[in-house]
């Protein structure tokens, strides 16, 4: 019943994203506003879906610190999953990611109209300025920005190497900083088919304030709660892959 459940899942997330994804496109000459309200209906639609086929829904916790103003999400990065959740659990967001995803049909099409920061991982200097320069220019535009600090995604109960970028743009800009962990890997693997059923454990932590701090200041305290978080609530016997 897990294959059939997760293929029936995987067939309506494909098919909306052929559908929705040209309709962000053609959207293009609309506000900002309108197209992300479109392109986040795609990833609710989903996350609806998974809940009703798979089982699989979240439960969050400490969404009292959500900040009021725009400022810059760190999330561990596990799975598609919390690609989707984000959209659902905060105000509009721009994304930071590798250049290559925009070339991905359809869905790096849609993408490509929501204002993400795509840099070239290989252009070193470069890429850390383009990140910096359009990060600050989405925050003034009234936009949260989408950090992955580790830069890919990691298996549960790993830990991936926590990269300078998002903590330079939160030094240069003064943003807050909302850490997010969550064990959506144990349900939702990554390069996995599989969905299992469950309640994804979704924590929002404390801003860190980045005004009068350093980056490796910043990254520090955005990695000791997020990895003291996973700890907790990672679930060692749901490491082992499914029967």
């Not at 830069?151 to 330079?168: F, N, S, W």
């Not at 807050?176 to 693997?189: C, K, M, Q, R, S």
């Amino acid at each position: 019943m897990l294959l059939i459940r997760s293929l029936l899942f995987w067939l309506v997330f494909a098919l909306s994203m052929v559908v929705i994804a040209p309709l962000v496109v053609l959207s293009y000459p609309m506000p900002y506003a309108r197209r992300y309200r479109l392109a986040s209906t795609w990833a609710r639609l989903n996350l609806r879906w998974l809940k009703l086929v798979c089982r699989l829904d979240y439960r969050l916790e400490g969404r009292e610190h959500i900040p009021d103003q725009p400022s810059i999400i760190f999330c561990k990065h596990q799975s598609t999953w919390e690609t989707l959740a984000l959209q659902e659990i905060f105000p509009p967001q721009v994304w930071v990611m590798k250049r290559e995803l925009l070339r991905i049909p359809f869905f790096g099409w849609g993408i490509a109209t929501l204002k993400p920061i795509a840099i070239d991982r290989k252009a070193g200097r470069r890429a850390i300025q383009q990140l910096v320069s359009q990060g600050i220019e989405r925050l003034r535009e009234g936009l949260w920005v989408t950090v992955f600090p580790e830069g890919t995604r990691v298996a549960p109960g790993q830990r991936g190497r926590y990269k300078l970028g998002g903590a330079i743009l939160a030094e240069k800009s003064g943003a807050l900083v909302v850490p997010v962990a969550h064990n959506a890997g144990e349900f939702w693997p990554r390069h996995g088919f599989i969905k299992r059923p469950g309640t994804i454990r979704v924590v929002i932590g404390p801003p860190i304030v980045s005004e009068g701090q350093s980056a490796a200041e910043i990254l520090r305290q955005a990695e000791d709660w997020i990895e003291g978080t996973m700890e907790r609530i990672t679930d060692p016997a749901l490491l082992q892959p499914p029967d």
